[in-house]
């Protein structure tokens, strides 16, 4: 039994998952490359201020998932691991003075978060996530293009039967008068509200409609609609991302009870669901609008909208389906020797084929050549590269193994015999 363990709530990635971890992730740059997201990486902990100002303080978040750092002496400021990007996000957007850049900027982070969470399927203590965010755009178009990258990145990850959710949850004009509506509904049942919920009611009282709380549904069916609430400006906007939507071909639905979890949201909200699979637990990503967020962190009032996409959850729901999440490439070529104790010759023509760019992988346990084309069969590799007497002319053996075939080829020749062959696909 092993001494050490990985933290509760955390894993090992071994190769084939971190291969999986790693196309989702290739996949997500891709995407943000072709509708222009900017690269960003932002550090991996914060001031505590930065989530509890940004996120709120009567969040899930923030009340109980955050990752705290304890401080080295009482003058240390505090810190806490980044349980989400955006809030990172816009704090480095306030610092760095982007809102003198043009308008609006873009930006996309790939990266594990944290959460001291309960642990269970699907839901890590360190996860990864897909974050985009476009600030300082504050038309409804941004709104759609956000919400149809989330649905692209599905479709290419062959995540089959992706639903889109939508609702707007207003704005300071007109959410509180629907506040006003929820606490007075919410009261008159203040004896069934478990306790927590009896305290989001006098803090934040739209929380009460994402609570996780089974005891919760009945009331929440029940609640007043947001949607009915809306001022002119938000029904106007929301009508318009739905126009967008319709016009890119992007199927939805309008969930009025869908808040997302996190208090700088306004307006538009979005999440993304496997059909049949639409639990509370069971979002695969989601994200809204946040207009106020620069301005809680100390920029100017600024319009913003992004998402974040669970990679973790991605994986778990290919694995559901049977679809293949990844496999490690194979090596193009696997150098073998008839000679086991040469390990050095071996060592040198996998240097010189790797210097060309080629993957290659090299035998250097000394054993007979059998076992070492053994080796390169099970490393699935296209090509042997034997090493043997005809290195004295300059030659190598080039044993193709998917064709079976085998031929002499000058060392000279070799790098580029095998990046043809790597670009054709061609046997040897």
Same mark, same amino acid.
């Given at each position: 039994m092993p001494s050490f363990r990985a933290p509760r709530g955390t894993r090992d990635l071994l190769p084939e998952t971190r291969a999986g971890l790693s196309r989702l992730e290739s996949l997500a740059r891709s995407l943000a490359a072709r509708y222009g997201y900017r690269e960003l990486e932002i550090p991996l902990f914060e001031q505590t201020a930065v989530f509890e100002r940004g996120i709120g303080e009567a969040t899930d978040v923030v009340e109980k998932e955050l990752f705290r750092l304890a401080p080295r002496s009482e003058e240390a400021e505090s810190w806490a691991l980044r349980p989400e990007a955006t809030a990172g996000v816009v704090r480095a957007y306030v610092q760095h003075g982007m809102q003198t850049w043009p308008q609006p900027v873009k930006f996309s982070v790939v990266g594990p978060m944290f959460r001291y969470d309960r642990p269970q399927a699907g839901r890590y203590r360190q996860f990864w996530q897909w974050d985009v965010e476009a600030i300082g755009d504050p038309g409804p178009g941004v709104d759609a293009e956000v919400i149809e990258l989330g649905r692209r990145f599905y479709v290419e990850a062959g995540v089959p039967g992706v639903q889109v959710l939508v609702n707007s949850i207003g704005d300071s004009v007109c959410r509180p008068v629907y506040l006003d509506r929820l606490k007075e509904y919410f009261g008159r049942h203040e004896a069934a509200l478990p306790e927590l919920e009896l305290r989001r009611l006098q803090v934040n009282p739209l929380r009460l409609l994402d609570s996780k709380d089974p005891a919760m549904a009945a009331l929440v069916a029940a609640a007043p609609r947001i949607t009915?609430?809306?001022?002119?400006a938000c029904a106007t906007h929301f009508e318009a991302v739905r126009a967008h939507l319709d016009a890119l071909g992007v199927a939805y639905r309008?969930?009025?009870?869908?808040?997302r979890g996190l208090d700088y949201y306004s307006r538009t909200a979005f999440e993304y669901y496997?059909?049949? &699979?639409? *639990?509370q637990q069971q979002a695969l990503g989601g994200g809204g609008r946040y207009d106020g967020l620069v301005e809680l962190l100390?920029?100017?009032?600024?319009? &913003?909208? *992004?998402?974040a996409l669970g990679l973790d959850r991605v994986l778990l729901a290919l694995e559901e389906v049977g679809a293949e999440v990844a496999r490690e490439t194979p090596p193009l070529a696997f150098v073998v020797g008839a000679d086991p104790a040469d390990t050095a010759a071996r060592l040198r023509v996998a240097a010189m084929l790797r210097a060309e760019g080629l993957s290659v992988r090299v035998e250097l346990v000394p054993r007979?050549?059998?076992r070492q084309l053994e080796s390169a069969s099970r490393e699935h590799a296209h090509f042997a590269i034997i090493i043997g007497d005809e290195l004295t002319d300059g030659n190598v053996q080039l044993k193709d193994l998917?064709?079976?075939?085998q031929r002499l080829v000058p060392l000279t020749e070799l790098a580029k015999?095998?990046?043809?062959?790597a670009k054709s696909h061609h046997h040897g």
């Open positions: 009915e609430s809306l001022c002119e309008v969930e009025p009870t869908l808040v496997r059909s049949g &699979a639409e *639990g100390g920029g100017r009032h600024t319009p &913003a909208i *992004g998402f007979k050549l059998g998917e064709a079976g075939t015999d095998l990046a043809r062959a």
